[in-house]
């Protein structure tokens, strides 16, 4: 159990790193955390990769804005890397993503990073973080199998 729990926290904290490792240009652009976990899987993190790894990568291993700085607008959560969002505080995400503030019209923004370009940056944390989330989803998997066998049960017909 104990070793289940390393390789979560592992996983989660190298999700953010691996983050930070996409094109300057591509971090400066504030992201949700469904785009995040959308540009990471384009990047070369395995497609089992879940919404509520990021969230909890985000809720408990970005302590003090660690690894990404949050801001909130209309109601979501936008983040970004904190070194760049030391570089340049003064652009949020409202000026980014709206081109009216009152009609809410979107700008198109490209959010896409090349396809697979984690495997050139650090490939071998990138080869650790895929082999986590197979493991895990694995696990998830025979759970969800083992839990479908046991509640059903053949009926007896009389």
């Keep these: 159990m104990g070793k289940g729990r390393n390789e979560a926290a592992k996983l989660k904290q190298s999700l953010l790193f691996l983050y930070s490792l996409f094109p300057e240009p591509l971090l400066r652009i504030w992201v949700t955390p469904d785009e995040l976990r959308l540009r990471l899987i384009l990047g070369g993190v395995d ?9 909890d990568a985000l809720q408990h291993h970005n302590r003090s804005f660690i690894f ?15 070194s760049i ?21 979107q700008n198109r923004v490209n959010l896409s990073p090349d396809r697979d370009c984690l495997r050139s940056s650090d490939a071998v944390r990138l080869q650790q973080v895929n082999e986590i989330l197979v493991k895990l989803s694995a696990e998830d998997l025979a759970r969800r199998q083992g839990t479908s066998r046991s509640t059903c049960r053949p009926l007896d017909i009389v």
Excluded: M, W
């Excluded at 990769?49 to 990021?54: A, F, G, M, R």
């Excluded at 990404?68 to 904190?82: D, E, I, M, Q």
């Design 68 to 82: 990404l700085t949050a801001h909130p607008y209309a109601g979501v959560k936008y983040y970004r890397p904190t």
């Design 85 to 105: 969002h030391l570089s340049c505080s003064n652009d949020l995400p409202n000026g980014q993503r709206f081109k009216n503030k009152a009609t809410g019209v």
């Design 47 to 55: 497609e089992s990769l879940k919404i509520e790894h990021i969230h």
